[in-house]
């Protein structure tokens, strides 16, 4: 894990995996997140990570019918600058989650995130712009 100088992270953080955790200045990881780092989880400058957010960077290939769970493949994930994820969210592998955006409670974010939107829901869609 890299970190600025000025975080927090609260007990109970989580990390497994062999990829790289960056956080930007001024960020905060609640109690209890989970990092998952097969590949690289990047967070800007002043993003909030509320309690038990998990950031996940691989998923699996569906194999044969022995073997449901297929071959590994890690993507990272990205959250720039000034974003607030609610307790529980959860980011799924090749995301970015652009500027300025908030991601309500329990949502599940599969894809992409525009800049400075308010995202919600299983999966996570875009509700409102914010300024």
Same mark, same amino acid.
């Given at each position: 894990?890299?970190?600025?100088?000025?975080?927090?992270?609260?007990?109970?953080?989580?990390?497994?995996?062999?990829?790289?955790?960056?956080?930007?200045?001024?960020?905060?990881?609640?109690?209890?997140?989970?990092?998952?780092?097969?590949?690289?989880?990047?967070?800007?400058?002043?993003?909030?990570?509320?309690?038990?957010?998990?950031?996940?960077?691989?998923?699996?290939?569906?194999?044969?019918?022995?073997?449901?769970?297929?071959?590994?493949?890690?993507?990272? &994930?990205? +959250?720039?600058? @000034? %974003?607030?994820? #609610?307790? !529980?969210?959860? /980011?799924?592998?090749? &995301?970015? +989650?652009?500027? @300025? %955006?908030?991601? #309500?409670? !329990?949502?599940? /974010?599969?894809?992409?995130?525009?800049?400075?939107?308010?995202?919600?829901?299983?999966?996570?869609?875009?509700?409102?712009?914010?300024?």
């Amino acid at each position: 894990m890299r970190a600025h100088a000025r975080v927090d992270v609260y007990a109970g953080v989580r990390v497994a995996g062999e990829g790289l955790v960056v956080l930007g200045e001024g960020c905060f990881v609640n109690h209890d997140c989970y990092f998952d780092t097969a590949a690289s989880i990047t967070l800007g400058r002043a993003v909030a990570l509320g309690d038990h957010v998990r950031i996940i960077t691989s998923r699996h290939e569906i194999g044969s019918a022995e073997r449901r769970a297929g071959p590994r493949s890690p993507q990272p &994930v990205v +959250i720039e600058d @000034g %974003c607030w994820l #609610g307790s !529980g969210v959860t /980011v799924l592998p090749g &995301v970015t +989650i652009g500027a @300025g %955006c908030v991601v #309500g409670a !329990g949502a599940v /974010v599969v894809g992409d995130c525009a800049p400075h939107g308010l995202y919600a829901g299983v999966p996570a869609r875009r509700l409102r712009d914010l300024p």
